[in-house]
């Protein structure tokens, strides 16, 4: 009996903290902080039941600081459902990013109703072993390095020459 009450209000919980997760629609990016050229994925819980529905359209547009996802909801034909679940989930890479700090915009909803925007956040790090471009590797850079060689060459022959004892 003990086992049982403890059971039910364990499911029940668990049931109200998965709603109030998904409730408020949410989107996360992954990895967070990606790395420079890497496929960034954004998995979002959007709002309405998600069994049978589904995102059936998503465009994807760069905007400045991030990028902004258009999507529509609608009923996705031959899915076989249980309980529907209190959201639609949705999954879509967004593609590698240069380093920096960025944002995603989601805005749609379906043919009667648009949802609340949903903004996520995320930053990409330089990718380890970026090469640093040095002055030097350029033409004028080796011309300059090319001339101070060589007037150091010709310094030290001039000072070795003036150190000679005059007979």
């Known amino acids: 009996m003990i086992l049982r ?7 029940i919980v668990l049931a109200a903290a998965a709603w109030s997760a998904v409730a408020s629609a ?3 990016i992954a990895p967070n902080p ?22 059936a359209s998503s465009t994807v547009t760069s905007v400045p600081g991030g990028i902004r996802i258009d ?24 593609g590698p990013f240069a380093p920096g700090s960025y944002t995603v915009d989601l805005e749609g909803g379906t043919i ?3 949802y609340a925007p949903i ?25 300059v390095l090319g001339l101070l060689v060589a007037g150091i060459a010709s310094l030290k022959s001039f ?9």
């Not at 009450?5 to 499911?11: E, G, I, S, T």
């Not at 979002?44 to 589904?54: D, K, S, V, Y």
């Not at 609608?74 to 959201?87: F, H, I, K, N, Q």
Request: net charge positive; with cysteine; aromatic share 8%.
């Open 119 to 143: 903004t996520a956040s995320f930053t990409v790090v330089a990718a380890p072993g970026d090469a640093v471009s040095a002055p030097t590797l350029s033409i004028g850079g080796l011309l």
């Open 71 to 94: 999507y529509v909801v609608a009923a996705m034909p031959d899915v076989l459902c249980g309980t529907p679940p209190p959201y639609v989930f949705f999954t879509r890479p967004i």
């Open 26 to 28: 949410q989107a996360t």
């Open 159 to 167: 000072a070795h020459i003036a150190r000679k004892p005059k007979p």
């Open 5 to 11: 009450n403890f059971c039910k209000r364990a499911v």
């Open 112 to 114: 009667d109703e648009v």
């Open 34 to 55: 990606g790395t420079a050229g890497q496929v960034l994925t954004l998995t979002a819980f959007l709002p309405g039941p998600g069994c049978p529905n589904g995102v």
